[in-house]
């Protein structure tokens, strides 16, 4: 049994899968099996990922499995496809890739068995680990954190110094004072625990990995951070709709983001995950609000305005509410 499980899943976008891939059969620690899963890319392009998995199963043997999953028009989803991989996997531990994706560190997986292995030693069983990632945006790096790439600095901060390893054993309070969640490129979780939690909600297609994230630290006993850069992220171009994220509209994300918010706060246990679900909310809805106010779609900008004046009321939004409402009546008279 190997202690790492690599999934993959892809859609249509072979050349892409194809780096994705070698950036993982570039690291350093062979402990591991690749599992791909192609949610029902085009019959055009099962011949180009055929060419790419042969020659990667040529190098790799028995620990590289390939999945294909029955055509449909929008695919399965990602929360689908990774779930199907992971109850595929015969790892330990589960990691994940996008396929659009890479690897940018070849020394990720070995730090983290070492980090594992040595809290196992001691007795200590690691739920979940996480790592930090760079985002590229046509090329370049984008400036500041993205995901959690201040926790480090926000722990030294606080006196708190790293192990042997390097490494931080983190709680909620450290991970929501981050101000951002772990991408599923740099989350590696405990295949049984990941399944104890449930996995990816399949029935949410946007922000599934955020949705995630928070039920692991709901229920997570040990969780540990390496600041390590591990992997590059790459920011999709608006104008190109080749992923999920530019094929929906800024609305539709918005509306996503309400779902995973809510189901959030209902069901989570921790009331600091619950809080931090409700603030999230009150930030969705004015998104929306502020969205219909730019289409001058005032009677539903006003009802989502006064949604989340009535979650989080403060004074700025207060006269913004106000303001759409006013505009609403004004479009109303002019009928």
């Known amino acids: 049994m190997p202690l790492f499980s690599i999934v993959i899943a892809t859609r249509d976008r072979a050349e892409l899968f194809a780096a994705a891939l070698d950036s993982v059969m570039a690291q350093d620690f062979d402990d591991t099996e690749i599992v791909v899963v192609n949610d029902g890319s085009k019959p055009e392009s099962l011949p180009v990922y055929a060419a790419i998995l042969d020659r990667a199963q040529a190098r790799l043997g028995s620990r590289l499995r390939r999945f294909q999953l029955v055509r449909r028009a929008k695919g399965h989803g990602s929360s689908y496809s990774l779930n199907y991989g992971v109850e595929q996997a015969r790892g330990d531990y589960v990691c994940f890739l996008d396929d659009d994706d890479l690897w940018t560190d070849s020394g990720h997986l070995g730090r983290s068995a070492q980090v594992i292995l040595h809290q196992r030693q001691a007795g200590r069983m690691v739920d979940v680990y996480m790592a930090n990632q760079a985002a590229f945006r046509a090329g370049q790096r984008l400036a500041g954190s993205v995901w959690i790439e201040a926790l480090e600095g926000q722990l030294r901060a606080r006196g708190r110094t790293p192990d042997a390893d390097g490494a931080h054993a983190v709680d909620i309070a450290d991970l929501l004072g981050s101000g951002g969640f772990c991408h599923l490129n740099t989350l590696t979780v ?89 603030l999230h909310k009150v930030y969705a809805l004015k998104r929306i609000a502020e969205e219909l106010a730019l289409q001058k779609a005032w009677r539903t900008a006003s009802f989502y305005a006064l949604e989340a004046l009535a979650a989080g009321p403060t004074v700025k939004w207060a006269l913004f509410t106000a303001y759409c409402g006013l505009r609403r009546l004004v479009q109303r008279g002019a009928r």
């Open 190 to 278: 405990r295949r049984d625990f990941f399944l104890q939690v449930g996995g990816l909600d399949e029935s949410i297609r946007w922000e599934n990995d955020r949705e995630l994230f928070m039920r692991l630290l709901d229920k997570a006993a040990l969780m540990i951070h390496h600041p390590a850069l591990t992997a590059r992220h790459h920011v999709p171009d608006p104008a190109a709709g080749t992923s999920l994220t530019t094929a929906l509209s800024p609305l539709d994300r918005r509306l996503w983001q309400l779902r995973v918010m809510d189901k959030c706060t209902l069901g989570l246990h921790d009331p600091r995950l619950r809080a931090h679900a409700r």
